[in-house]
Each structure stands twice: as C-alpha cells, then as structure tokens.
C-alpha cells in the first residue's frame, strides 16, 4: 500500500467501563482513544452496498490503514465528527495492511472525553477518600477503652502512614514491641518455660477500630448504591 493513499486522519476508539468513587463499575461505558492513524476511505459502490445488505452486514464503508494487531470488530472508527463501526477487520496476506469493513452510524453523537483525566480525578478522589478512613481507624485505636495502658506507651506508638508501594493505600500499625501481646492474647508461663499460669485473651482494640469505621463506609455505600445494588457487588 503506497503512503499516498492514506490521506485521511482517523481515530481508532473503544468501550472502557468507568469505575465510580469507590472503585464500583458504573453502567455506563465511554469510548476511549486507542489511536489516531493514517488512512484511506473508500465509500461501498452500488452492488457491494446492495451484496452487503443482503448478508446483513450494512458494511458502507471501507477504511484501511497500516496493520494493527490491537484492532477488533467492537472498536469503532471516527472521521471528522462521523461515526463508524467497525464489522470485520480484515488483514492482508503480507499483514502489511488493515481492511475495516464499517457501518457508519448516523445517530451518534461524538464527544471527546478525556478517560485518562477522568481516571486521575477519580483515583484522586479514592486517595483522598482513603486517608479519611484510615484516620478514622487511627483515632479509634489510639482512644480504644478495650485495654489499660498505664504508661501511655501504646497509644503513643500507633501511627498511620502512606504505603510505599503503589496504589497501597494508607496502614495502622503499632511500634510497641509488646502490641501484638495485647492485640491477640498470650499464655503467661511460670519460670520454668513450661508451665501455663493462665491464658489473656487479646483486646483486639485495631480490629475493633477497623471494624467500627469499615461499618459506617459499608453503610455510607449502601445508601448510595441502593440496598440491592450494594448487596451484589460485596
């Protein structure tokens, strides 16, 4: 295919799902930019046009590019401000070219949305989301009333902070060398090593946190979400 064909600037779109505050799939999809390529269009003459109505393609339009591995039938093709979807692509026997085979679509409307800024701004949103929670989780294990502390050296040694990795979100830990003791329980044992005096239970005083917040954000989505919305996605 000679370069001088492909005088036309089309782009190739798809169907993305959008994620909702709280990281649910809403309904509706968008069409995502996949890229803009060089082209050539050629309108379906009479009798290919009458062939393809009668094998109930309604293909009316034939677009080639330069071969793309990427490119399939649920993708759609747009042209200044014109609409067409894609029914079969068709490569070449030296896959050096890339037959689509289209349908325009009168009735769409197309407006550009920019899906990456829309990402940014929802992962944004989430982050911020995240701290607050977390925070929560923070100040409810540091004010727990299911332990004693008499030197205050527990509650001083629970933090919060970012996770380094990506997309890790926010942790509650505590630094007392003693805090996994009181959070799950211990046997205290005589001198010996061996002998068990009794069994303390744990105070569970961070799960107890978290659970405490996790159930006001559980009820904060359901009544967001709807009640039968919220019970199929958990």
């Known amino acids: 295919m000679r370069s001088g064909m492909l005088r036309h600037r089309v782009t190739i779109q798809r169907q993305e799902l959008v994620f909702g505050k709280f990281g649910a799939p809403l309904h509706d999809k968008v069409w995502e930019n996949v890229a803009t390529v060089w082209a050539s269009l050629e309108a379906m003459n009479g009798r290919e046009f009458f062939a393809s109505q009668q094998a109930q393609s309604e293909v009316t339009q034939r677009i080639r590019i330069r071969y793309r591995p990427d490119v399939t039938a649920d993708m759609r093709v ?13 490569p070449d026997n030296r896959g050096r070219e890339l037959v689509l085979m289209c349908r325009e679509v009168s009735s769409d409307v197309v407006v550009d949305i920019p899906i990456e800024d829309i990402r940014a701004g929802v992962r944004a949103e989430i982050d911020s989301d995240l701290g607050g929670i977390a925070a929560q989780v923070f100040e409810k294990a540091k004010s ?27 942790v509650v830990y505590v630094k007392a060398p003693h805090s996994h003791l009181v959070e799950f329980g211990h046997v205290q044992v005589a001198k010996d090593g061996k002998t068990v005096l009794k069994h303390v239970p744990g105070k569970h005083f961070l799960r107890k946190a978290r659970n405490a917040v996790r159930r006001k954000v559980d009820a904060m989505l359901q009544d967001m979400m709807g009640d039968a919305h919220y019970g199929k996605r958990r």
């Open 144 to 170: 727990s009333t299911a332990f004693r502390d008499k030197t205050g050296r527990l509650r001083q040694s629970i933090w919060i902070y970012r996770s380094k990795y990506k997309d890790g979100g926010y």
């Open 78 to 90: 747009i042209h200044n401000g014109k609409v067409f979807n894609i029914v079969a692509p068709l």
